[in-house]
């Protein structure tokens, strides 16, 4: 079992509950990542379901969720031969922290009746810019569980060059060299530094609104994961994930509404 299948294990407890512990090395500055915590979710999810799937998820982050013990409390809402759909819960000491909306389903490994290209080009990954992992005592634990190569342009914002435009695009994959799956990919939309980062602003940016859906199963190798923001205004953005497999399929689109990083 690899560090990323223990760190999103559900236990069943009966037909609606499952033990999880959220692990600590998957932290921004102290919150826990909000993908990660999704992928948690979705193990106890796809466990209760009959379908294999994640294939469309949409969560309100209500509390920021801490390291230690939880619980994944499942309501379901119909099933069927196509599709289930079920309300999670994702809880610590009875206080819920995370409420989602899941559809589940069973994808076949098959070529796409139509797709469109990606939004963005990507120059090859040996001209892209690698971060170096934070200082132990900054609290960005999950840099240290996974690699990221930046578009040269839309990390200037480390240095004080922001392009001045909400973005962000790197390629993605687990530092372990797990290959991508869906849980992968839960984590994978939520991973790319806040696009108004690079639009020129910083601090801690909560996600209020996560919703994802899994297009396609990924084949081995790096992502490609491409953000962008549409609105900034009024102390909100929207942020737009697209993630491409190294087949050069679409796997996995994302929307999130978040608040603009205070500090």
């Not at 209500?62 to 013990?69: D, E, F």
């Not at 090859?124 to 578009?151: K, W, Y």
């Not at 639009?199 to 940016?205: E, F, S, V």
Request: glycine fraction near 10%.
């Amino acid at each position: 079992m690899t560090k990323f299948d223990e760190a999103t294990r559900a236990v069943r407890v009966d037909e609606t509950t499952y033990d999880v512990h959220l692990d600590p090395g998957y932290a921004v500055g102290g919150p826990l990542n909000g993908g990660y915590l999704l992928a948690v979710l979705l193990r106890a999810v796809v466990d209760a379901s009959p379908h294999e799937h994640p294939v469309t998820t949409s969560a309100q982050f209500l509390r920021v969720a801490p390291p230690g013990p939880a619980r994944v409390r499942l309501e379901p809402l119909k099933s069927g031969r196509t599709v289930t759909m079920t309300r999670a819960t994702l809880l610590q000491d009875d206080v819920p922290l995370i409420e989602t909306l899941v559809t589940t389903a069973t994808l076949n490994d098959v070529a796409p009746d139509w797709s469109d290209g990606p939004s963005a080009t990507m120059p090859p990954i040996e001209e892209c810019f690698r971060p170096p992992v934070p200082d132990p005592g900054s609290g960005m634990t999950l840099n240290e569980r996974m690699e990221l190569a930046f578009d040269p342009p839309t990390a200037g914002w480390l240095d004080g060059r922001p392009t001045g435009r909400p973005e962000a695009r790197a390629y993605f994959r687990l530092a372990e060299g797990r290959e991508p799956d869906p849980y992968v990919l839960a984590m994978a939309v939520d991973c790319l530094p806040p696009v108004v980062f690079s639009a020129g602003a910083r601090g801690w940016a909560p996600t209020v609104d996560l919703t994802w859906h899994l297009r396609a199963l990924p084949a081995p190798g790096w992502l490609t994961l491409l953000g962008s923001g549409r609105l900034i205004g009024d102390g909100w953005f929207d942020e737009e994930v697209e993630v491409w497999d190294s087949a050069g399929r679409l796997v996995a689109q994302s929307r999130q509404l978040a608040r603009v990083g205070r500090g």
